[in-house]
């Protein structure tokens, strides 16, 4: 049983991983670029299929690579907690090949570094941009069937400008990590803090 589900955006840069996030939970699109810095907590409550469960959600700058060990994750603040979240969002560009070769690299080293594997922990690939779908890089039918037989992983679209699929992702994202073990934690003071609009999400 967890306290709190942990969870990790990865992606390249300019690729829409703190719009997917203020979209979900503010229902807010920055219209200008703002790159991360420095990594990003936030942590909502979600009410799911009627039970609240308190999420914490890292917001991660790019990375060079995912941490190889823990003496790499608590070295660098932007990699602390990394190895051993609860489930992992990897985000690219569907009109950036670069950003889907990314999400391939970071993909199979949290499958050789994450301690155990990634077998207790969800990774769902997310193409991001679909309101540009007339430049994507490659059919979405092609890369689904990629990432979803030869990786083992979930995959969706989405566009964080139109909040297309962004409950959706982070349904899916609930339901992988809740069906790998992960618990609700019941609290009556965190409960009453999450009530705050923009602090707690229905799916």
């Known amino acids: 049983m967890v306290e709190t589900l942990k969870v990790a955006v990865l992606g390249a ?6 719009a997917i ?19 990003d907590t936030y942590r909502p409550s979600v009410i799911y299929n009627g039970d609240m469960y308190d999420v914490k959600i890292m917001d ?3 990375l ?5 060990n823990s003496s790499q994750e608590w070295s660098d603040l932007k990699c602390r907690g990394l190895r051993n979240t609860n489930a992992y969002v990897l985000v690219y560009d569907i009109c950036n090949p670069e950003s889907f070769e990314y999400v391939k690299m970071i ?5 050789e570094n994450r301690p155990g ?14 309101d540009q779908q007339k430049q994507r890089f490659t059919p979405r039918r092609t890369l689904s069937v990629l990432v979803k037989k030869s ?5 969706m ?7 297309w699929h962004i409950v959706l992702l982070f349904k899916e994202l609930l339901s992988s990590a809740l069906a790998r073990g992960c618990k609700h934690h019941h609290s009556c003071m965190r409960l009453q803090g999450a009530l705050h609009t923009t602090r707690c999400s229905l799916m």
């Open 107 to 111: 993909q199979q080293q949290i499958l």
């Open 21 to 39: 996030i203020r979209q979900f939970l503010y229902n807010d699109f920055p219209e200008t670029y703002r790159p991360t810095g420095s990594r």
């Open 151 to 155: 990786w083992k992983c979930g995959y």
């Open 60 to 62: 991660v700058p790019y």
């Open 117 to 130: 594997g990634a077998n207790e922990a969800p990774i769902i690939v997310v193409g991001n941009k679909r």
């Open 64 to 68: 060079a690579a995912f941490p190889a």
């Open 13 to 18: 840069p300019k690729v829409g991983k703190t």
């Open 157 to 163: 679209e989405c566009s964080a400008k139109y909040n």
